[in-house]
């Protein structure tokens, strides 16, 4: 029972690249989040998914999308990528009315 | 919306001493509450979190945190800490009539820990 999988765990870009990280849930959780976490500033949510199929945005959703076209899968997109976006990344799930639990993170560079 | 304020950025206490790492929270209706510890390089765990019943809740590692309504405070706390305390704390809060579909986390507060 591996949880929640993050791929990949660090990256570095150039600008303007772009790239999709992938998390992967084998805990049949409804709801998925993608965070980025920032010294000082927390957990901010980018984007979240209700079900499969579903997606909605949170605090920070520009210059990302998301798909999740399976219900275990959720995939974050930067199209082109900004100095702005270096962060960790954070890939979470859970069910209704219960605690998410997290990945471990991908440390992303974006030079 | 909700809102959750970490009023400590960075707390050191001596090993041996207790700790209370404070969470005030923004929310118009019964609220979910967490707390969860991020050690360096890792993912977050869960310690401890409040949904309903009793106000004080236990946790692991010998955390506790008590949910005072009339202050809108969830703080945690710990009797004795040890080395293995030191890490990023957060408190998250969700809303309850939606599921909790969204955590929306504090800025986290930095525990060091002074042998």
């Known amino acids: 029972n591996a949880g929640v999988t993050q791929t990949p765990k660090f990256r570095v870009l150039k600008t303007g690249q772009s790239m999709t990280l992938l998390c992967a849930q084998d805990?049949?959780?409804?709801?998925m989040y993608w965070y980025r976490q920032d010294p000082g500033m927390g957990l901010r949510l980018i984007h979240y998914s209700v079900g499969e199929g579903t997606t909605a945005k949170g605090e920070v959703p520009d210059g990302y999308n998301v798909s999740r076209l399976k219900k275990q899968n959720f995939l974050l997109g930067l199209e082109s990528a900004a100095p702005s976006q270096t962060s960790v990344y954070f890939c979470a799930s859970k069910w209704p009315y219960t605690e998410a639990f997290f990945g471990q993170g991908t440390r992303l560079t974006v030079v | 919306a909700q809102s959750v304020t970490q009023p400590d950025i960075h707390i050191t206490v001596s090993e041996g001493a207790s700790l209370e790492l404070r969470c005030n929270y923004s929310y118009g209706a019964t609220p979910y509450l967490f707390w969860y510890v991020q050690s360096p390089g890792q993912g977050l765990q869960l310690l401890l979190k409040y949904f309903s019943g009793d106000t004080l809740v236990q946790g692991i590692k010998g955390f506790e945190a008590e949910f005072k309504r009339s202050q809108s405070s969830f703080n945690l706390r710990k009797p004795s800490v040890h080395w293995s305390d030191a890490a990023e704390y957060f408190c998250?809060?969700?809303?309850?009539?939606?599921?909790?579909?969204?955590?929306?986390f504090g800025q986290g507060t930095r525990l060091t820990i002074n042998p």
């Open positions: 805990m049949n959780h409804e709801y």
């Open positions: 998250a809060v969700g809303a309850k009539d939606q599921g909790a579909q969204k955590l929306v």
